[in-house]
C-alpha cells in the first residue's frame, strides 16, 4: 500500500494521517444520528467481536466447569494463567514478529519511523524494551489479570455476586455487553487521569512511558500497582447482573485489546491494496506527549476536558498553550512561597 495516500512522511521518517482524529459521536455534541450510524460498524468490527469471539471460545471451551470451579486449585489457576498467557503470546507475538522483527511492510503507516531495537536504552532491563516489556507482560501483568479472572470465576461458581443467564435477563445481559467497551475506557481515562498525578507518575506509570516509541509488547509493560489498578474495572460484575461471558469479554477489552493503541502503525497490511485500522493514533500521540488523549477517544472525555489531540497543528498550538498556561501556574505558586517564607539572615 502507498501511505503517502493516506497521510504524511516528515523529514525525520515519521507518518500522520491527513484526516483529524475525530472523538466517537455517542456523546459528542451536537448530536448526529448520521454520524453515529457510520461510526458503529467501527465500534463492533475488527477488534470487540474478535475479542467476544476470544472469549466465548475461552467460555465454551477452555474453561474449567462450574464444580471445578467452586474450589480454588493450583490445577484450574494454572490452566488459565497458561491459555491467557498462550493467546497473548499469539496475539502480541504475531504482530511484534511480522512489524517489528520481519518488518514485512517496512514503515509504511508507522507513526514513528525509528524502531526500538535500533535504540537501546538504560532504562529498560537489558537495555532492551522488547526484553524489558516481556519480562513486566509475563511477570506481572499476565498474573495479576488471572488473579482477577480466577476470583470472579470463583464468585460466580460459588453464587456471590448478581450473576443471572440469558434466559433470566436477557435485556440486562445486553445493554452490559454492548456497553462494556465504553465503560472499559471510562474506567481506563480515570485510573489513566490518577497515575499521572506527579507521586504515582514518578513511582508507577514511568514505567509504561519509557515506551515513548510503542510496539506491541509495550501494551502490558506496567508498574504491578497499575496492572492492579488496569483491571480493576472487572469488578464491576460483583455489582452489576452479570455472567462469565462477559467477565471474560471485559477481560479480552482490557488485555488483549491494550494492543490496539500500542502496535504503531495505523494500518496494519493483510494483502495487495488492503489494509486493517488499528484506531492507534490517539493512544500513539498520548506516548508522544504524555499529557494529551488520556483516553482513546471513543467517549470525548479528553475533549470536554481540554486535553484531546487529533494530529493536527491547531491541536500542537493548544497543547503547547495549555503547557505554557501550566508551567506559570507552577512558577508563580513557586514565587509566592518564597515571598511568603521568612527572610533568612
Known amino acids: 500500500m502507498d501511505d503517502q495516500k493516506f497521510g504524511t512522511r516528515d523529514k525525520r521518517g515519521n507518518w500522520k494521517p491527513d484526516a483529524p482524529l475525530q472523538v466517537g459521536p455517542l456523546l459528542d455534541f451536537p448530536w448526529s444520528a448520521s454520524r453515529v450510524l457510520k461510526w458503529l460498524p467501527s465500534y463492533f468490527l475488527p477488534w470487540n467481536m474478535l475479542f467476544m469471539a476470544i472469549a466465548a471460545v475461552f467460555w465454551v471451551f477452555l474453561t474449567p466447569s462450574r464444580e471445578t470451579l467452586q474450589t480454588l486449585s493450583s490445577g484450574w489457576v494454572a490452566w488459565v494463567f497458561l491459555r491467557n498467557s498462550a493467546l ?7 504482530l511484534e514478529m511480522r512489524l517489528y522483527l520481519r518488518r ?60 443471572t443467564i440469558f434466559g433470566d435477563n436477557p435485556w440486562a445481559l445486553l445493554a452490559l455487553g454492548l456497553v462494556l467497551p465504553l465503560f472499559h475506557e471510562l474506567h481506563f481515562y480515570c485510573i489513566h487521569r490518577l497515575i499521572h498525578v506527579p507521586v504515582l507518575y514518578k513511582w508507577v506509570h514511568s514505567v509504561h512511558h519509557n515506551s515513548i516509541n510503542p510496539s506491541p509488547w509495550s501494551s502490558l ?83 470536554w476536558m481540554g486535553t484531546w489531540h487529533d494530529g493536527t497543528k491547531a491541536a500542537d498550538k493548544q497543547m503547547k498553550d495549555r503547557f505554557s498556561r501550566k508551567k506559570a501556574r507552577v512558577n508563580g505558586r513557586v514565587e509566592s512561597r518564597k515571598l511568603s517564607d521568612p527572610v533568612r539572615k
Not at 88 to 94: A, E, K, M, N, P
Not at 244 to 270: C, M, N, R
Open 104 to 163: 514485512r511492510q517496512g514503515s509504511r503507516f508507522k507513526y514513528n519511523g525509528k524502531f526500538p531495537a535500533e535504540h537501546p536504552s538504560d532504562v529498560f532491563m537489558f537495555r532492551s524494551q522488547a526484553v524489558d516489556s516481556l519480562i513486566r507482560t509475563f511477570g506481572t501483568g499476565l498474573p495479576i489479570w488471572t488473579a482477577y479472572e480466577v476470583g470472579l470465576l470463583w464468585a460466580w461458581a460459588n453464587g456471590h455476586g448478581p450473576w
Open 221 to 303: 509493560s506496567m508498574h504491578p500497582v497499575e496492572h492492579l489498578l488496569y483491571w480493576s474495572g472487572t469488578l464491576i460484575h460483583l455489582l452489576l447482573p452479570s455472567h462469565p461471558l462477559l467477565v471474560l469479554y471485559h477481560l479480552q477489552i482490557s488485555g488483549a485489546g491494550a494492543v490496539i493503541g500500542h502496535i504503531g502503525f495505523d494500518k496494519v497490511e493483510t494483502g495487495k491494496g488492503i489494509g486493517v485500522d488499528t484506531h492507534a493514533y490517539a493512544h500513539y500521540l498520548h506516548h508522544k506527549y504524555f499529557e494529551v488523549n488520556y483516553a482513546d477517544g471513543m467517549l470525548p472525555i479528553d475533549k
Open 88 to 94: 497473548i503470546l499469539i496475539l502480541y507475538g504475531s
